[in-house]
């Protein structure tokens, strides 16, 4: 077996737990510009529709999380990250995959997500598991302002039936 796939074997995808939140908000700071606040992911953990996954390593290590929510026919991913040290090993289609198996589940028809526009690694990402540009939002993001490249994945073809 490679070195790639060991790593694969050994991350596993579950529930997030309150006390998983001091690594994740820390990591949250780490990845992104205008990170969330802890009372966000507090929120996450007791508010109906939302959920929350964590990529977990052997060594116990958190290696990323996602967060995502359900309403309706719609999932809309709010927040993906990986850890540095967890990057260019699947981490992130792990998480991803696990989400997708949910939000089909739940019988949604799509799954949206907003990406920053400069962040090419994530638009890259997400174009080669299946999602389109949507629409572009303009001033979404704050420190630094930027749009927001609004991104579609449908999961159900209009029209099917059972």
């Not at 997030?16 to 990170?35: C, G, H, N, Q, W």
């Not at 109906?48 to 290590?61: I, K």
């Not at 809309?76 to 089909?104: G, M, Q, T, Y």
């Not at 939002?137 to 630094?144: A, E, K, L, V």
Request: aromatic letters at 10%; charged letters at 30%.
């Amino acid at each position: 077996m490679n070195e790639t796939a060991g790593e694969i074997d050994r991350i596993t995808i579950r529930s997030l737990r309150t006390s998983d939140l001091r690594v994740i908000v820390k990591l949250e700071r780490e990845v992104f510009p205008d990170p969330w606040p802890r009372s966000a992911f507090e929120d996450i953990l007791r508010e109906s529709g939302w959920y929350a996954l964590v990529a977990e390593a052997d060594t116990g290590e958190i290696a990323g999380y996602a967060c995502y929510l359900i309403i309706g026919p719609e999932g809309h991913l709010a927040n993906i990250a990986v850890a540095p040290a967890f990057r260019r090993k699947s981490v992130a289609k792990r998480l991803l995959d696990n989400i997708l198996n949910a939000v089909e589940e739940s019988e949604c028809e799509y799954l949206l997500l907003e990406v920053r526009p400069s962040n090419s690694n994530a638009l890259t990402f997400y174009e080669k598991q299946g999602f389109a540009f949507l629409y572009r939002r303009p001033n979404y993001y704050s420190r630094p302002v930027e749009d927001a490249i609004v991104l579609v994945r449908y999961l159900k073809t209009h029209g099917d039936t059972e």
